[in-house]
């Protein structure tokens, strides 16, 4: 059965710092990963989508890796902004999911 | 291409009544995933449909607790003689096919249901 662990819980950090999240799987034949975040009250929404041939998705200031053989992926957000504070959560193939990291980013 | 379209946004239930919660998925996805979360916890999955098929009902309650996807219309979930406990948010999401054939998986906005 498929675990997805997401390090830290939480991150505080302030604002123009640089961040990695981590998501941790056990079954490292997956096919896909994605990242989402979700703001308070809301639903989530998807930042990048990992294909299982791929290594590493680019959008903006994000950028997520993904390495099966060690079955881990991580989320780096450059210079981060107060309007990145949200929750962070990735999900494996059949949309299992880590518990998130919930990021503050203070001005 | 509207997104995944959850309705109604807040409903309140009795206790003992019934709960129909309504997922309209996007447009061109034929694959739906209901999840629960509760106040300040993650999200839990519940059930993974395909149109007329249920594909993984491991995270559904074994009693009270239905979900549907009908060739037509929304899927539903559906909870039956409503407790406090099932007080939560519930979201749905969508993917076009499997995700393991890489496909990107969109949300809802979420139901919450307060049970009073």
């Known amino acids: 059965k498929q675990e997805v662990t997401q390090i830290p819980a939480a991150l505080s950090v302030p604002e123009g710092e640089n961040l990695v999240l981590n998501c941790s799987f056990t079954?490292?034949?997956?096919?896909?990963l994605q990242w989402f975040r979700q703001d308070p009250g809301k639903g989530l929404t998807s930042l990048l989508l990992?294909?299982?041939?791929?290594r590493e998705q680019t959008s903006g200031r994000l950028n997520a890796s993904l390495d099966k053989s060690s079955g881990r992926s991580t989320l780096y957000i450059a210079a981060s902004q107060p309007g990145d504070s949200a929750t962070y959560l990735c999900?494996?193939?059949?949309?299992?999911f880590g518990a998130g990291t919930r990021l503050t980013v203070k001005p | 291409n509207a997104g995944v379209m959850q309705n109604p946004r807040h409903l309140v239930r009795r206790r003992g009544q019934e709960a129909r919660l309504r997922c309209s998925p996007m447009?061109?996805?034929?694959?739906v995933y209901w999840y629960r979360q509760l106040p300040e916890e993650g999200l839990k999955f519940m059930v993974y449909?395909?149109?007329?098929?249920?594909?993984?009902e491991s995270g559904m309650p074994k009693e009270r607790f239905s979900a549907e996807f009908p060739k037509e219309g929304p899927s539903i979930l559906r909870i039956q003689q409503v407790v406090r406990g099932d007080s939560a948010a519930y979201f749905c999401?969508?993917?076009?096919?499997?995700?393991?054939?890489?496909?990107?998986?969109?949300f809802g906005q979420g139901t919450r249901l307060t049970v009073v």
């Open positions: 999900a494996v193939d059949d949309m299992r």
């Open positions: 990992i294909q299982s041939s791929q």
């Open positions: 447009k061109g996805h034929s694959h």
């Open positions: 079954d490292s034949a997956i096919y896909n």
């Open positions: 999401a969508s993917s076009p096919g499997q995700r393991r054939g890489g496909t990107e998986a969109f």
């Open positions: 449909l395909q149109k007329e098929n249920i594909i993984d």
